[in-house]
């Protein structure tokens, strides 16, 4: 099974950016369909965005729809998750998940912090 090890979290003021990466190991990276998902403070965690496992295919959920970008590096087993026009509701825990073919996302990392200040 994939293990996966988020970093890039951090502060930065509305209206910033941030980048996410998420490095894989210990399983065939190109397998996993991988997603972001961020957990605010009191609240649920949330999906934030998807890719394929060629990277051909994303989704993104509407409330980070061009501002957000999700990708992948199949040959670096890495996924990173571009974050631009940053506002103080982006505040949260940001985690990496994998999962294959079409079951539910049951692999995650430790999660890492961004924090956007107003």
């Known amino acids: 099974q994939v293990q996966l090890v988020e970093s890039g979290g951090g502060l930065v003021q509305a209206g910033g950016s941030l980048s996410l990466s998420c490095a894989a190991s210990g399983g065939t990276f190109s397998s996993y369909v991988m997603g972001w998902f961020r957990r605010a403070p009191g609240k649920e965690r949330d999906l934030v965005a998807l890719i394929t496992l060629s990277g051909g295919g994303t989704y993104y959920a509407d409330s980070v729809k061009g501002r957000f970008t999700i990708s992948r590096d199949n040959a670096k087993n890495t996924v990173s998750l571009q974050m631009n026009s940053l506002k103080p509701e982006d505040t949260a825990v940001y985690y990496c998940?994998?999962?294959?073919?079409?079951?539910?996302?049951?692999?995650w990392g430790q999660g890492t912090q961004v924090t956007v200040s107003s």
């Open positions: 998940a994998a999962k294959l073919g079409t079951s539910k996302f049951d692999t």
